[in-house]
């Protein structure tokens, strides 16, 4: 008999529940539901509706009891950097606020007065991002929400203790906060007290494959059933990284709304060229690093897509792309695409003309690959390795298109696949904690086994 367990995957745009479990050595999974998620404006601020996100979290364990898949455990993830602060009732304080809100443009000169960003960086390995937790939780001092907190929960933390009511605080997406020291792997006390944070918002940092504990008697009275909630790497890249199948040093790009171009090492890099190309140290299990680089991605697409009322489907865009091509450069990581009113318009003023939809679309994908090239050439040169093979993962690993302008530009092999890697890494630790696979590299060597994994060599 099947022990089943279910992944709760939750990006900016949509979310799902995957059932995986294994057969004769082979990890099947199955989607069982699907919702979809989009900050909206509230009170003039950029914020998660997550009531209605906590409502489809439950939805979701209901339809595995209707199905008669009961798993044997649950653990969600999320993108990173944003977070709960709750009262003393353990009520949400005025939300939870998107990370492209604008709120942190005053913050961040006001955090670096206190510690200058090199100080930050050299403490915790984490790149500049305006979006950084570190500038968030500024503006919650100045507007006095911090101070009616009493708890700090990363956004799949809080859900988890919504599930169960325990609060824990893992790892991999606390790193994202950029207040973890890199070496110690806790909450960097220094960086704290100079902020002016409470101390005791934050508490003891958990490993993946914790267990949080059981589902309340509420919870378990809406879905059906009872069974634990452990955690995965939360963060929903780390997640995805741990499903990469990856032999030895290979780097790796986990593509979606955006694009993490890194590779796995022991240590962090916290030094000045490393902080200069713009790569950072991300929490993974086992208290390794991902040392990588946050560029802009297929946020771009997307956007164009939504603006062109979704007439096209990304494949098509790809198709139009192809038999388009042009030699106009843009910098994919501009902040002027990071939140535009019209991402198309952004775009055509940035190349000083009007483009068609296949233009548009051949230039995203044409200085993504090139900025990939650039990016994988800095790791080389600050890991002191040389690559032959690049690892694409995630839903962005579907567009051949861009895999071949990819490969044309870094020279490397391409190794496509998965496509659900978050899930896969998500259920890949809960497995781990039921006995159902031994170790990483065993757990590895079952994903690709697993999973079409294409190949890609120009």
């Excluded at 089943?4 to 004769?24: Q, T, V």
């Excluded at 490397?412 to 998965?418: F, S, T, Y």
Aim: glycine fraction near 10%; charge should be negative.
């Amino acid at each position: 008999m099947e022990k089943y367990y279910l992944a709760i995957d939750i990006g900016a745009s949509s979310g799902r529940h995957i059932i995986g479990w294994l057969k004769d050595g082979v990890m099947q999974t199955e989607e069982i539901y699907r919702f979809s998620n989009g900050a909206a404006q509230s009170n003039g601020h950029l914020k998660w509706d997550t009531e209605r996100l906590f409502q489809e979290i439950l939805n979701g364990l209901k339809r595995a009891g209707e199905l008669g898949k009961i798993p044997q455990s649950v653990g969600i993830d999320t993108w990173g950097v944003d977070y709960a602060l709750l009262d003393e009732n353990d009520q949400l304080i005025d939300g939870v606020y998107c990370y492209r809100d604008g709120r942190t443009e005053k913050t961040i000169p006001q955090v670096h007065s206190v510690i200058a960003l090199e100080k930050l960086y050299e403490k915790t390995g984490i790149g500049f991002a305006n979006f950084n937790t570190v500038y968030q939780l500024f503006d919650d001092k100045i507007t006095g929400r911090m101070a009616k907190a009493k708890s700090f929960l990363m956004l799949p933390d809080y859900f988890h203790f919504r599930l169960t009511g325990e609060k824990r605080q893992e790892y991999t997406n606390a790193t994202t906060t950029g207040m973890v020291n890199a070496l110690t792997h806790e909450w960097d006390e220094e960086i704290l007290s100079a902020l002016g944070y409470k101390k005791e918002l934050f508490g003891a940092l958990s490993q993946p494959t914790t267990l949080v504990g059981e589902f309340t008697d509420a919870v378990a009275r809406f879905v059906g059933y009872k069974t634990k909630v452990v955690l995965p790497a939360t963060h929903d890249t780390a997640s995805a990284v741990l499903a990469a199948p990856l032999e030895g040093k290979t780097p790796y790009i986990s593509s979606g709304t955006w694009s993490l171009l890194g590779v796995e090492q022991e240590r962090a890099h916290t030094d000045k060229k490393a902080m200069a190309s713009g790569y950072s140290n991300e929490g993974s299990i086992e208290y390794c690093f991902r040392f990588q680089k946050n560029i802009m991605g297929l946020w771009m697409i997307q956007q164009v897509r939504h603006e062109l009322k979704d007439e096209y489907s990304f494949a098509q865009l790809a198709e139009l792309a192809r038999t388009n091509a042009i030699q106009d450069e843009i910098d994919v990581n501009d902040n002027r695409f990071f939140a535009p009113k019209s991402m198309i318009d952004e775009i055509h003023g940035a190349v000083g003309r009007r483009l068609s939809v296949g233009e548009t679309a051949y230039c995203i994908f044409n200085n993504l690959a090139k900025d990939y090239a650039r990016s994988l050439k800095a790791l080389e040169e600050m890991t002191g390795e040389k690559y032959d093979t690049l690892n694409i993962i995630g839903g962005g690993s579907k567009n051949g298109f861009l895999n071949e302008l990819t490969a044309k530009y870094t020279g490397k092999k391409i190794v496509a696949g998965p496509t659900e890697a978050t899930a896969i890494g998500n259920l890949f630790a809960q497995m781990l904690v039921g006995g159902e696979i031994e170790n990483l590299q065993k757990g590895r060597k079952i994903i690709k086994k697993s999973f079409g994994i294409g190949e890609l060599t120009i």
